[in-house]
Each structure stands twice: as structure tokens, then as C-alpha cells.
């Protein structure tokens, strides 16, 4: 079992940055890909990001590349999103999730999820 629990949302102007926290505990954190999704209000659950269980292997949505960037802490058992350049369809819930071996990008392919915090980029 993998608990995890995001922070670092909140509300921001366009152009702005914010960067979310994942803390995980539980199962060895290092044995899991961690990725970030995000869900707007009548959307699904979009993916974000993800980063492999050894942090070489990084992959993100289009839209994102060069404005956000994952990573994670190994020794804090902690995963991050850092988000710059926020535009207002950057609102949305955001949530990590955490999925035994390979790196995946699908949401059904993710075991455990966070709780969610939300993020509101103002125009």
C-alpha cells in the first residue's frame, strides 16, 4: 500500500509559477513510476507528467514540455511539479499517482492516487 498526499496548490495569476509536492509513504517509494495527472471541472483526468522509478526516464504531455517539470526526492519520498507560465486552462485538480514498474502514461495503469489540490491560474 502507497499513501500519498499532494500540497502547493492554490490560486496564482497567468504567467505565474507554483510548485506541488507528492509526499509518499508506505511501500519503498523507489520502486514506483510517479506521474501527475490533472482534471478540470466537466473534463477527464488528463495526464501530466511521469518520471521513472530511477528518474532517468521522463515523459510529458505536449502542452506542458518546457513549462513544467517533474522530479522526485528519493531520500524525502517526495515527488514534485514545478509549473511556470501558468495559463488559466492550467486550472484545474492536480493528483499524483503511483504505478508498480515501467513508466506509463495511462490513468488505469496507476495503482494509487493522492487526494488532489487545486490549482486556479486568474486572468
Known amino acids: 500500500q502507497v499513501q500519498l498526499v499532494e500540497s502547493g496548490g492554490g490560486l496564482v495569476q497567468t504567467g505565474g509559477s507554483l510548485r506541488l509536492s507528492c509526499a509518499a509513504s508506505?511501500?519503498?517509494?523507489?520502486?514506483?513510476?510517479m506521474g501527475w495527472f490533472r482534471q478540470a471541472p466537466g473534463k477527464e483526468r488528463e495526464f501530466v507528467a511521469a518520471?521513472?522509478?530511477?528518474?532517468?526516464?521522463?515523459y510529458y504531455t505536449d502542452s506542458m514540455k518546457g513549462r513544467f517539470t517533474i522530479s522526485r526526492d528519493k531520500a524525502k519520498n517526495t515527488l514534485y511539479l514545478q509549473m511556470n507560465s501558468l495559463k488559466p486552462e492550467d486550472t484545474a485538480v492536480y493528483y499524483c499517482?503511483?504505478?508498480?514498474?515501467?513508466?506509463?502514461?495511462?490513468?488505469?495503469?496507476?495503482?494509487?492516487w493522492g487526494q488532489g489540490t487545486q490549482v486556479t491560474v486568474s486572468s
Open positions: 508506505g511501500r519503498t517509494f523507489s520502486s514506483y513510476t
Open positions: 518520471i521513472g522509478w530511477s528518474g532517468d526516464r521522463i
Open positions: 499517482a503511483a504505478a508498480l514498474g515501467a513508466l506509463v502514461t495511462a490513468a488505469g495503469n496507476y495503482d494509487y
